[in-house]
């Protein structure tokens, strides 16, 4: 076989699909690897807030009821969530329709909990702070070229297996920044196959129930999930007494002592529809969790069966954590950053192999190079500038009166660098100064913070 | 220590193993197939014990032993690296250059183009898949599981392969061949024989 008639074509998909998809590629990389330590941010956003191994069950539901009774004039919360605290984040926290409390080991409402920047990169990541369905599907578009880009990148380099160890960091003509680029390539591929594969799953799985449910469940899209993660339950508004998941709690610690519980959701609380699901996650499994199901009283009815039923619904729970790194401690989240990384120079150094190529055969795109290399460092600066106003100024950010969003200073911001250095392209030292104040504001925000 | 720890240290031990075998083999001045198997084979007796230790989450970890010391020998390898000299390429002609850009933009807008065909085709092929699952006697959650995994999967090949071919027909010709399963799924409806 004639390796030369796929190589080509396959070196040429392989460009066309870094061209295109880039831009937006390496700032989804970018702040996944960022988001690794979601949890983590989350906890240096609001330093203060009460924070305990595990709440006793009888204080979960005395903070419940506290929670559901504060809103006894507003409408009716249709979820109420109880997150509990974990190694990353060791809080228990509130969470209904109307607003978010941190609690305190007695149960006792402490504050409002306040992380609007974890928030905005998890958006920024997840849908590139775009409406829901629109953003979540772009961003699996984008997890499907990646994948896309990993096959034709093993195309059109035959011999990438035999090079894998091949290192001439120091070489020049591009041959350095090459290297650099298929070596990462190569020793990230079952993460970086891990990561793009999860990533497009989760972010088109939306379109796809679209089209499973107009086929198959006359367009009920619900109807695709619950054979995965459990029918949803018939409403019933009628008025009816607080959930109870004191008992809940109890039942998993006698009865799954090695589950650790992470949520409880009451659905439609106070309603006579009203029924409680406790998650809990056991030990050494990719599965974000179980579901534990419980009536009202927090009588146990049964699990979903994400730990123990069909591979396809222990498949499907296990899309979540293999995604975000959440499965073994710091130590698999400080992996997932260093080979997070990685995708993020190999996406960077893609572009700067297709510049250095052009400028040897002559072409010589100074604004479009600028342009690039503001990206590539002006979006960590504009992630931790608005991290350095997040701390400046809280949760919250006015101005004139009108609250001013974190993404909107984020996309405004890297566009303004984007056209700075393309405008100065060659003038102004714009990236060594991004470089430069990066470093610096990510350890003043982490200052102001603490102080 | 518990018999899962002990596979996972096996695991992460193999994986490692593994990648210092392939680097060994693959740094000779020749091939060694023999060493290079033994590479391969280590890796493969990583994933079974990491599998026997704990399932995926077995594997997962074990394998970011392997990637973890990949990574160290990169390192080493960078910082041994001697400096290179420069390599002096021939400018192109103009017009082999015009070329060039007339290509990425004509595969540009072939991505572009075919993308949104590519996605509804790679729908259509998770709509058949779990129709083909059901009548397998899967069970639903398994069929409905593989429909999500193989509409990412299926864009991702198909991407791969209209960027690839040359002509427009063969590109209509393939988008063609892949879109009849999920025209099929829909044959009973638009023959009347379901509603």
Known sequence: MNLKRIVKPGLAAHTTLGLVTAVLLYIICLSGTVLVLYEEWQRAEQPNAPEMAAPSPDAVQRAIETVLASEADSPPTTHLYVHFPTEGLPRTTITTDSQAVHVDADGAVAMPEENAWSEFLYALHYRLNLPALWGITLVGALGAAMLALIITGIIAHPRIFRDAFRLRARDKGGVGVTDWHNRLGVWTLPFGIAIALTGAVIGLATVAAYGLADRYYEGDVAAVYAPLFGPERAEDPAPAPMPNVAPALRYIKDNYPEHRPTYIIAHDPMTAGQHVQLIAAPPRRLIFGEYFLFDAEGDFEGTAGLSDGPLGQQTSASVYSLHFGDYGGLAVKLAYILFGLALTVITATGMSIWFGKRARRGVHEPRLRAAWDGLVWGTPAMLVLTFVLRALFGNELFLAGFALPFAAIFWIGLLAVVCGAAASAGGVRLKAGLQAATPIGLVAAFVLLLV | ?195
């Open chain 2, 1 to 195: 220590m518990e018999a899962w720890a002990l596979l996972l240290i096996l695991a992460a031990l193999l994986a490692m193993a593994g990648v210092a075998l392939l680097r060994a083999a693959w740094s000779r001045a020749g091939r060694s197939p023999a060493m290079t198997a033994a590479g391969w084979a280590a890796l493969a007796a990583a994933s079974v014990a990491g599998g026997l230790s704990g399932g995926a989450w077995g594997i997962a970890v074990a394998s970011l032993f392997g990637m973890g010391l990949a990574g160290a020998f990169l390192l080493d390898a960078a910082r041994r690296a001697p400096a290179g000299k420069p390599v002096r390429q021939p400018r192109e002609a103009g017009r082999a250059r015009e070329r060039a850009d007339r290509r990425i933009l004509h595969r540009s807008l072939v991505f572009l183009t075919t993308g949104l065909g590519g996605l509804l085709v790679s729908i259509g092929l998770g709509i058949a898949s779990r129709g083909l699952a059901i009548l397998g006697g899967w069970e639903e959650a398994d069929a409905n599981s593989l429909a999500l995994l193989i509409v990412p999967v299926a864009w991702a090949i198909l991407l791969t392969i209209f960027l690839m071919q040359e002509r427009s027909r063969a590109r209509f010709a393939t988008m063609g061949a892949f879109a009849l399963p999920g025209l099929a799924a829909y044959a009973p409806i638009l023959l009347g024989w379901q509603a």
